[in-house]
């Protein structure tokens, strides 16, 4: 069964610019979500999708947001690029059935604001 | 906030038991434990997750105190691979529907040596 995979690896940006991140979850799994992992810090929860709706996100700006498409992959967009945006973006994605929904993870993309 | 308390760091000698333990003391009746491990720059890996039972997998096994205010995770015969840093969390199980995102600690840096 093929894992949670994310495109592209690593994108470089410039300050002010846009960037767009994918994310395609294990089949069957309906649950998206979206983490950033700055360098030297924790893993900072930042979007769920589920069934192709918001459903919660966290602590950021409106210039993070997304999408969730009706095969249930996702994009991540951050607008007006800052430095500090810099990270590790990492998605997992789940199934809400019978039992608890374990999250897996995809190997991330890197981007870098220069 | 995350609900759980790891140490900062340890060691543990290739080929012997790791044993990592979290402190929840705050737990929920309706929570469970996860453990998650990431290995340098690479997304979370999925290890186990328990509710009061003790649990084993191919990868590890965990063991949850009688009164559920700690947990043990065990690697049976840690292997240099296994170094990573090492995560505890702690989330609700909402029969019928998704727990939403994890809550990341600083987690506990395993180094296996030779």
């Known amino acids: 069964e093929a894992g949670v995979t994310q495109s592209p690896t690593h994108l470089i940006k410039t300050r002010g610019q846009q960037a767009t991140l994918r994310c395609s979850p294990i089949?069957?799994?309906?649950?998206v979500y979206w983490y950033q992992q700055a360098l030297g810090l924790g893993l900072q929860f930042l979007l769920w999708?589920?069934?192709?709706?918001?459903?919660n996100r966290g602590n950021f700006p409106p210039r993070f947001s997304g999408r969730q498409f009706p095969n249930y992959s996702s994009e991540l967009n951050v607008n007006a690029l800052e430095l500090e945006d810099s990270a590790l973006y990492l998605c997992?994605?789940?199934?809400?059935?019978?039992?608890?929904?374990?999250?897996?993870f995809g190997p991330g993309t890197r981007l870098t604001v220069l | 906030d995350a609900k759980t308390t790891q140490p900062p760091s340890m060691d543990c000698a290739e080929g012997r038991a790791a044993n990592l333990p979290c402190n929840h003391s705050?737990?929920?009746?309706?929570?469970?434990v996860y453990w998650y491990r990431q290995i340098h720059s690479q997304g979370p890996q999925y290890i186990i997750h328990?509710?009061?039972n003790n649990e084993t997998n191919e990868m590890a096994s965990l063991i949850i105190t009688e009164d559920r205010k700690s947990s043990t995770l065990i690697l049976p015969h840690a292997t240099l691979r296994d170094t990573a840093v090492y995560y505890c969390?702690?989330?609700?199980?909402?029969?019928?529907?998704?727990?939403?995102?994890?809550?990341f600690g600083k987690g506990t840096k395993l180094s296996v040596k030779p």
């Open positions: 089949s069957g799994h309906t649950s």
């Open positions: 997992a994605s789940s199934s809400r059935l019978g039992g608890p929904d374990t999250q897996y």
């Open positions: 999708y589920d069934e192709g709706e918001e459903r």
């Open positions: 328990g509710l009061k």
């Open positions: 969390i702690v989330r609700p199980f909402n029969y019928g529907g998704s727990q939403g995102n994890l809550i």
């Open positions: 705050t737990i929920s009746g309706n929570e469970y």
